[in-house]
């Protein structure tokens, strides 16, 4: 009957919802003992210059070296981890880490790139961020003018979270702010002149059918010429081919980063990029 085949439904459904719950809380008390157990690792994406090729920036991007599992990529825990508020630990600990190791390259000579750390929306809420971000320059010696921090549109949209307030007493330590993924949240094209901020990054969706897909074409060419005239600065994520490369070349975009030149890889091969450009 309809009833039974409901009842079934239901208590499939719960199952289903019992397993995905008890697979968050085990996520969640494995990423409490990781972050204890010192099993996360940043990874470095270099960023560059569209027009000369070298290395202008490196994305911070979390790794957590399971023991058992191997290496495990942020979409597998970042999601639990906004959802507990561990992000705020772990976003913490991702600064503090690459503030430190860019601090240590710098010493080095290996120098004056920018750093670029993604930011949750939950450190915002729940977060001192301006109070994180003066305590790890200060402690790690990293210039805070090297730094650039990362936020998705959906940030910016929550009305909790006093952005321009937050975002100035930042920018007047001279950390830069940057839009990630930009195009893919609600599209308020208002806010792009309410917050004082510094870059957009084109999301990787409207870079991947480049040059063929004349819409992608369309709004790339319109969000670096927004971005110019706002007097922000422009990187393309997720540059695959070298067809992309010329196209975003040609439209005069500032930076780009993509596997076309490189993943983000380990501190050590980071280092080792860095070495061969010369920068020692
Ligand atoms: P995101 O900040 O937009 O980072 C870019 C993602 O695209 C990275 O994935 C990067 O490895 C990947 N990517 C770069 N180039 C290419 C390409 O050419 N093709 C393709 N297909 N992918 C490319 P990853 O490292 O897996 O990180 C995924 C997301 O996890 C990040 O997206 C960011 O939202 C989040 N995340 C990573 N680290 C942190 C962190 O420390 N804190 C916070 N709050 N979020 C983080
Ligand atoms: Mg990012
Ligand atoms: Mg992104
Ligand atoms: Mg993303």
Known sequence: SAKAEGRARYKFFNQELTKTVRARLEIEAELRHAI???ELLVY??????????????????????HPSKGLIPPIYFIPVAEATGLISA????VLNSA???????FAQGLRDFTLAVNLSPYQFLHGDIEQNVAAT??????????LELEITEGTLMDREIDAIKIFTALRARGVR?????????YSSLAY?????????????????????????????????????????NVLAEGVETE?????????????????????????????????????L
Not at 44 to 65: C, F, H, K, M
Request: contains cysteine; aromatic residues 10%.
């Open 36 to 38: 204890q157990n010192n």
């Open 44 to 65: 470095y994406q270099p960023q560059y210059d569209t027009s000369s090729n070298t290395i202008v920036g490196a994305e911070a991007l979390v790794r957590w070296a």
């Open 90 to 93: 772990i976003g913490n600990w």
């Open 99 to 105: 503030c430190q190791q860019c601090a240590t390259w």
């Open 137 to 146: 320059t200060a402690k790690t010696g990293f210039p805070a003018q090297h």
């Open 177 to 185: 702010i940057a839009i990630d993924d930009f195009g893919t949240g």
């Open 192 to 232: 792009l002149k309410r917050f004082p901020l510094d870059a957009l990054k084109i999301d990787r969706g409207f870079i991947s059918d480049l040059p063929d897909d004349s819409d992608d074409a369309a709004i790339t060419l319109a969000i670096i010429a927004m971005a110019h005239s706002l007097k922000l």
């Open 243 to 279: 067809a992309q490369l010329n196209f975003l070349q040609e439209a005069s975009c500032d930076f780009y980063q993509g596997y076309l030149k490189s993943p983000a890889i380990s501190a050590q091969d980071f280092e080792q990029l860095l070495k061969a450009e010369k920068r």
